[in-house]
């Protein structure tokens, strides 16, 4: 028997705050079989001494470039602990945003795509427009639009890098459809379709 066959399946859903990636991460974790851990961005966070906040939840912009060698050796360590979950035969469902808008390239997804490679590993885009992610924002942290009427910074520059290079094993839409609907998607993907290739690809590219 493949090594791969004895392996849990890790499932990784990368899009912004608010775009539904915890929700759909829980109908997987509820409803998918077998057992399901969940490790990402909230979970690192909670683990994270105070004064090294936010952690991996670190948004855009290159603001606190004190934090982002750690911040690469939390995703490192991360990544490499859902390899030994997946190696004991346990699956993970991974609600992460990756970006690479830090004050350097850090290019942490191809890092992940590397330590995963021996992993059946599939990546998953959590795509949410921006108006839906707002109004989100206002409905759990009051937070919105700037006074003068437009999308704050941050919140701008998470919509255009979370999803570079854009090279995913599948994509949902959670303006369009449910969290119960997208995890539908995503256990048609990995129980039925091929085998996943995002993160190789990602893993060939010269970046």
């Keep these: 028997m493949d ?31 077998g057992v399901w851990m969940n490790i990402g961005v909230d979970r690192i966070m909670d683990m994270t ?39 004991e035969g346990l699956n993970v469902v991974v609600d992460i945003g990756h970006h690479d808008g830090y004050s350097v390239k850090r290019k942490f997804l191809n890092q992940a795509a590397k330590i995963l490679n021996s992993t059946p590993t599939w990546l998953i885009g959590v795509r949410c427009p921006i108006d839906t992610v707002m109004k989100r924002r206002i409905e759990s942290w009051k937070k919105g639009y700037t006074p003068d009427g437009k999308v ?23 303006s369009l459809l449910t969290s119960e609907e997208c995890a539908a998607q995503v256990y048609e993907r990995v129980y039925q379709g091929p085998p996943p290739r995002a993160l190789q690809n990602i893993q060939n590219l010269k970046l």
């Design 3 to 33: 090594q791969t066959e004895l392996q849990g399946r890790v499932i990784i859903l990368n899009g912004t705050p608010r775009s539904g990636k915890s929700s759909i991460a829980s109908v997987i974790q509820n409803n998918f079989e």
């Design 49 to 87: 001494p105070e004064k090294f906040q936010p952690s991996i939840g670190l948004r855009p912009g290159g603001e606190r470039p004190d934090l982002e060698p750690l911040i690469q050796k939390l995703y490192l360590a991360m990544y490499k602990s859902i390899v030994a979950y997946s190696l």
């Design 152 to 174: 704050p910074t941050p919140v701008a520059l998470w919509q255009q890098l979370v999803h570079e290079p854009g090279l995913y094993d599948l994509e949902v839409d959670t």
